[in-house]
């Protein structure tokens, strides 16, 4: 199940949906469903509208809640938050993708723990939950029921760690389809390091006609 509120970030919704659909079989079929408060569309950052399944509050016998991100710190209203809380605490597991951290640190679930989230908000997912260790290396952490994924793209590299469950062929197979990998060797480190490098780079000259 995924909770949608409005200004999330359209990629850390549908790349997770489209590797979940995708691992289904003739004898096997995730069953994925989206939610808003109260079941009403909401409007994504980059201006898709999104009609949920559903109402949060309507919401029962989910497996798995995956908390998308949003450009920057998500802003959602107290209700809303209020509720995936509630809702996280009742299923077997958890993801987070890109700025869907800062969601998943409220319910209290990551203190004392590791949360992969974007490099660029790192820094201040620790400021604000200083209980949570906030990585901005790797693309994707797996500690028990929870995992974690750094920036938007990493959703379908979580997806595929949590369809991993079904058997590595099965992730394989999605992964060729999708033209991606399972796993980035890398991790976030290679664009943390081009930040870095940039900022300690001169400015190039502006070019006159």
Not at 197 to 207: K, N, Q, V, W
Request: hydrophobic fraction near 40%.
């Amino acid at each position: 199940m995924i909770p949608l509120a409005d200004g999330g970030q359209s990629l850390t919704v549908s790349g997770p949906v489209d590797v979940l659909t995708g691992a289904s079989t003739e004898d096997f079929r995730y069953d994925v469903v989206t939610a808003s408060r109260d079941g009403v569309p909401v409007r994504t950052s980059s201006g898709l509208t999104v009609l949920p399944d559903r109402a949060l509050a309507d919401v029962t016998g989910v497996g798995t809640v995956i908390l998308p991100g949003a450009d920057g710190v998500p802003v959602i209203e107290k209700g809303t938050t209020e509720a995936i809380g509630a809702l996280v605490r009742r299923v077997r597991r958890v993801a987070s993708v890109c700025t869907g951290a800062f969601l998943l640190a409220q319910t209290g679930l990551r203190d004392g723990r590791g949360a992969a989230t974007h490099w660029a908000f790192a820094e201040e997912l620790g400021r604000r939950y200083p209980a949570v260790e906030a990585d901005a290396l790797d693309t994707v952490v797996r500690d028990g029921p929870v995992t974690t994924a750094g920036g938007g793209a990493s959703g379908v590299e979580l997806a595929l760690a949590l369809v991993e469950d079904l058997g590595r062929a099965t992730a394989q197979r999605i992964a060729r389809h999708l033209v991606t990998h399972t796993s980035s060797p890398d991790g976030q480190a290679q664009f943390a390091e081009l930040r870095t490098r940039d900022a300690r780079s001169p400015a190039l000259p502006r070019c006159s006609a």
